[in-house]
């Protein structure tokens, strides 16, 4: 058969046939629907239902959302316009959302200085870049997102610049004693006199130095008091705070609840269990109320950080027992990989260990965030501005007394704006740091 050709044997064929589209069946949008909405006879139905529904509940309110109402500047002026266009469904009274939409983002924070949270926001997303995008942006930006925290608040808090310059001294002690005291004392024990020291400093000097430097160099922008914070601006203040810092805090709860070290692992099932056993809402009449009992007479505790604190403790708790998942779902044989390689205990974990936990961990971390970001809005019971609190003063106001729908819907879109992209996010690392074809 080796002289076998298509002279000899008619079915041989020499030529390849060209390639030709796939069925129009199979792919594209009627590919798709034909998969996902009308795989049988059972999915056919609800799906014909669910299209009708759909329908019927499209043409009850889009009616009623395109209200042209948008120039409005009172619930009363909404009634003549809708009534003058003898609406069936009546319709929106947006006027409010064009009146008020500065006030739900910024709060009572002066007009003038918009611009200053704005910029912190636009530097947020550049701080972000090197976290989220990594392949994307330059190494070296990494050190402007170390910065970014305290560039964020002289920004938003305003006074003089060297506050922050003095409060990143802190975090340089720090690193200055692990540096020089580890050659002679044990890691641990130089990371806990270098965060003693680097407390000292914030506490006893840091306000003297800043204080005879700005006597010295008056450099700065106006100072903004917290209580006119507000809007989404203080849920977003609130919420990246949080969310930043629960995730390291965290992953320290969740190593130190699995440690060998029975004290260590006591202080750090007593604080989750005990923080996941109490309201949210406790925590922030302790920071609003109580904490100030316990301070120093005449103690200045800013009201949002002691905000942030109990809400960054809260979701630290829950993130520790997400990471402990993560944990608990690595095959034994990736620790004593770690242990093969002659790593030690920080090494394994930085290297081996937590690159994968937090892999498996994703969709409960971002949960987890998700639900602090949303979390923020309970700061209305301890009369702080939020959305939700700023919707009730407009709600107070004369001229809007009875708009309820349009408030709530536009506080609701901005919520799952923000909400909704983390969780595409979430999706899109999951895809990027997918290994199991490798």
């Known amino acids: 058969m080796s002289d076998t050709h298509a002279e000899t044997v008619s079915y041989v064929r020499e030529t ?31 799906s014909v239902l669910s299209g009708i529904f759909i329908l019927w509940l499209a043409y009850r309110l889009l009616p009623w959302i395109i209200s042209p109402t948008w120039q409005a500047t009172s619930l009363n002026e909404c009634r003549e ?24 983002m910024f709060g009572f924070y002066p007009p003038e200085h918009y611009w200053r949270p704005v910029l912190s926001l636009i530097l947020l997303l550049v701080a972000l870049g090197p976290l989220l995008f990594r392949h994307l942006v330059p190494a070296k930006v990494i050190y402007f997102s170390m910065l970014y925290p305290f560039i964020a608040a002289w920004l938003l808090w305003g ?11 802190g975090f340089v002690i720090i690193a200055l004693s692990l540096k020089f005291l ?18 000292i400093w914030w506490v006893a000097l840091a306000g003297p130095v800043a204080g005879g430097l700005s006597a010295v160099l008056p450099i700065g922008i106006e100072a903004i008091a917290s209580r006119q914070f507000g809007g989404f601006m203080l849920s977003i203040t609130i919420g990246v705070t949080a969310i930043l810092c629960s995730l390291p805090i965290g992953i320290l709860l969740a190593l130190g609840r699995q440690s060998d070290l029975l004290l260590v692992k006591a202080m750090c099932v ?59 779902a690595l095959p034994k044989g990736q620790y004593e990989g770690a242990d093969s390689l002659g790593l030690d205990y920080w090494q394994s974990q930085r290297l081996i260990i ?62 799952f704006i923000f909400c909704f992209s983390m969780s595409r996010y979430s999706m899109y690392l999951e895809r990027r740091l997918q290994t199991g074809h490798r």
């Not at 199979?26 to 609800?46: D, E, M, R, Y």
């Not at 003058?84 to 739900?104: D, F, M, T």
Request: proline content about 6%; some cysteine; glycine content about 10%.
């Open 81 to 104: 316009i809708i009534g003058a266009l003898n609406k069936p469904h009546g319709g929106a009274c947006w006027g409010v959302i064009s009146e008020r939409w500065k006030q739900l």
């Open 270 to 328: 007593g604080f989750i269990e005990f923080i996941r056993g109490v309201p949210l809402i406790t925590l922030l009449f302790v920071a609003s109320v109580l904490l100030n009992i316990f301070l120093p007479p005449g103690t200045n505790f800013d009201i949002i950080l002691r905000v942030i604190i109990m809400v960054t403790l809260f979701a630290s708790a829950y993130m520790a027992e997400v990471v402990r998942g993560g944990l608990a």
């Open 182 to 199: 580890t050659s002679v004392l044990n890691p641990a024990l130089a990371l806990i006199i270098g965060v003693l020291l680097a407390v």
């Open 354 to 415: 937590m690159p994968q936990a937090l892999k498996i961990s994703i969709p409960g971390i971002v949960s987890t965030f998700i639900g602090v970001f949303k979390d923020t809005t309970l700061v209305s019971i301890i009369s702080m501005f939020d959305p939700i609190g700023l919707s009730n003063a407009i709600r107070a106001d004369t001229a809007w007394n009875g708009v309820y729908w349009e408030l709530f819907i536009f506080i609701g879109l901005v919520f």
């Open 16 to 46: 390849m046939l060209p390639q030709q589209e796939p069925p129009a069946s199979t792919v594209g949008p009627v590919g798709w629907a034909k998969t996902n909405l009308f795989s049988g006879w059972f999915n056919t139905v609800l």
């Open 159 to 169: 006074g003089t610049i060297w506050n922050p310059i003095v409060a990143i001294l």
